[in-house]
T-cell receptor, first 114, second 111 residues
């Protein structure tokens, strides 16, 4: 089946630094990738929709200058959390849509900002 | 707008018990419906899906039928195992759009 990877799986950083998270579709091309955030014991909250070669579409309330998304190829999207603060600590999950529009999820990246 | 409502958990069952997790949806179009499972500390895995009314999705003993008349997509399994303990998310997607998730239902199965 379709496989999506994320890197890193876990990251700890100091407040004020930037963190980049990569999302790759390993065995299929994904025109569209999605970035979600999940708080403990809660559902996933869509942050943005990323389309290859164009600007990402952000959900209401998500700061586009803080959460930079780049979808440079059909197999790679990156999320950069700029000037991270403790409140940005969360579980970030990406998904990639195949040609049937089924979304496959990465294993997630746990970010802890100290 | 579109939305998904699933039963509150946690659901606690003994091994080999019958499982039902209710899910209903509201949608303006004809969405595809999904069940995803999340094991502790991991991302989401697609469990099953159905793309049109009366379709039945099935995988690993789990089943769900797309019921347009009742706008439901209930998840069932005839005999649960301890390894089925996880959080289950019902979700819908209009073609090409992001998934809309329910709040998730935690299933705990004891031996």
């Amino acid at each position: 089946g379709a496989v999506v990877s994320q890197h890193p799986s876990r990251v700890i950083c100091k407040s004020g630094t930037s963190v980049k998270i990569e999302c790759r579709s390993l065995d299929f091309q994904a025109t569209t990738m999605f970035w979600y955030r999940q708080f403990p014991k809660q559902s996933l909250m869509l942050m943005a929709t990323s389309n290859e070669g164009s600007k990402a579409t952000y959900e209401q309330g998500v700061e586009k200058d803080k959460f930079l998304i780049n979808h440079a190829s059909l197999t790679l999207s990156t999320l950069t959390v700029t000037s991270a603060h403790p409140e940005d600590s969360s579980f970030y999950i990406c998904s990639a849509a195949d040609s049937q529009e089924t979304q496959y999820f990465g294993p997630g990246t746990r970010l802890l900002v100290l | 707008g579109n939305s998904v409502t699933q039963m509150e958990g946690p659901v606690t069952l003994s091994e080999e018990a019958f499982l039902t997790i209710n899910c209903t949806y509201t949608a303006t179009g004809y969405p595809s419906l999904f069940w995803y499972v999340q094991y502790p500390g991991e991302g989401l895995q697609l469990l099953l899906k159905a793309t049109k009314a009366d379709d039945k999705g099935s995988n690993k003993g789990f089943e769900a039928t797309y019921r347009k008349e009742t706008t439901s997509f209930h998840l069932e399994k005839g005999s649960v195992q301890v390894s089925d303990s996880a959080v289950y998310f019902c979700a819908l997607s209009d073609y090409g759009t992001a998934l809309i998730f329910g709040k998730g239902t935690t299933l705990s199965v004891s031996s």
